[in-house]
């Protein structure tokens, strides 16, 4: 019998299995009740937009795991079919709609300041942003963190589920002309 204890840094919760090498070579099993993890979501409010049109894109970060969760930097990096509008005023509000201190570098690189996302817990930003090319326009945001009570870092991005704009459909019209020889 080969006994010993381990502790196992949080991770994503359910049964592992890791190999224990050295001297001996056996197999444990252990199940993770601790972690971290975060979840996004990105969303436009309209679906059809016309180019020069402006919209609004809202993104909710969750701590869906059962570990508090601080150091959140946010980023999306627009495709050029959009850009921010040019008053983009940028809100970030937790899930009683309080204001969220935050910090961003003039892109959508947005830092939470003084704040860890407690267990259960969501941010949401909102910002517009305006059409800048016809057809589908689809774009994603992603979120970094670090567990803090083990200071692991811990992400995930929107990837699954993006955030896609399209243009009106366009009417062509012909005209042609037709002479008749009486």
Do not use: H, W
Not at 72 to 78: E, K, N, P, R, W
Not at 106 to 134: D, V
Not at 155 to 171: D, E, I, L, Q, R
């Amino acid at each position: 019998v080969f006994d010993f204890s381990a502790i196992i840094n949080p991770q994503t919760a359910g049964n592992k299995i890791n190999k224990i090498t050295g001297t001996l070579a056996d197999i444990a099993n252990y199940y993770v009740y601790e972690y971290g993890e975060l979840s996004i979501a990105k969303v436009a409010d309209a679906s059809v937009v016309n180019v020069g049109d402006t919209f609004n894109y809202e993104i909710t970060v969750t701590n869906s795991g059962t570990l508090d969760i601080s150091n959140i930097v946010i980023s999306d990096a627009l495709p050029a079919c959009v850009e921010l509008n040019e008053a983009v005023e940028i809100t970030v509000v937790d899930q009683n709609n309080l204001p969220v201190e935050f910090t961003t570098n003039g892109n959508l690189n947005i830092a939470i300041q003084n704040r860890s996302l407690n267990i259960g817990e969501y941010f949401k930003i909102k910002f517009s942003a305006k059409k800048m090319t016809s057809g589908v326009c689809c774009n994603v945001a992603s979120v970094t963190g670090v567990v803090t009570a083990y200071g692991i870092n811990t992400s995930a991005s929107s990837t699954n589920s993006p955030a896609c704009v399209t243009s009106p459909p366009t009417s062509v019209i012909e005209v042609s002309k037709c002479i008749v020889d009486p």
